[in-house]
Nanobody, 126 residues
Framework: QVRLVESGGELVQAGGSLRLSCAAS????????MGWFRQAPGKEREFVAAVTWGGTGTTYADSVKGRFTISRDNAKNTLYLQMNSLKPEDSAMYYCAARGRTYYSHSREAGNYDYWGQGTQVTVSS
C-alpha cells in the first residue's frame, strides 16, 4: 500500500521560510517522479514543483521559481520543498504526489500522478 505523508506546514510571516517533507512508503520511491501541488480555499489545485526520479531534473511554476526548491533523498524515501521569501498568496494546503509508473519523467499535470498525500497546511501572514 502506497503512503505519502506530508509534514512541515505551519503559520509563518511573510518573507519567512519553511521546509516541507513528504515521507513515502509502499512504492519504489527512487524510481518514480514526484511533485508538489497546492490548493487554496475556493481555488483549483495547482502545480508547484516536480522532480525526476533521479533528482537531477526539476521544474517549477512561474509563481514560485527562484523562491522554492524541490529536492529528494532517495536513501530516505523523502521528498522536500524548501520555501523561501514566502508570500500571503502562497497560503494553501500543500500535497505531495507520486507517479505510478517507474522511470517516467516529471510532470506539471496532476492527472499524471497516481498517489497523493493528505496534505499539510501552510499559512503566510502579511
Amino acid at each position: 500500500q502506497v503512503r505519502l505523508v506530508e509534514s512541515g506546514g505551519e503559520l509563518v510571516q511573510a518573507g519567512g521560510s519553511l521546509r516541507l517533507s513528504c515521507a513515502a512508503s509502499g512504492l519504489s520511491f527512487s524510481s518514480v517522479a514526484m511533485g508538489w501541488f497546492r490548493q487554496a480555499p475556493g481555488k483549483e489545485r495547482e502545480f508547484v514543483a516536480a522532480v525526476t526520479w533521479g533528482g537531477t531534473g526539476t521544474t517549477y511554476a512561474d509563481s514560485v521559481k527562484g523562491r522554492f526548491t524541490i529536492s529528494r533523498d532517495n536513501a530516505k524515501n523523502t521528498l522536500y520543498l524548501q520555501m523561501n521569501s514566502l508570500k500571503p498568496e502562497d497560503s494553501a494546503m500543500y500535497y505531495c504526489a507520486a507517479r505510478g509508473r517507474t522511470y517516467y519523467s516529471h510532470s506539471r499535470e496532476a492527472g499524471n500522478y497516481d498517489y497523493w498525500g493528505q496534505g499539510t497546511q501552510v499559512t503566510v501572514s502579511s
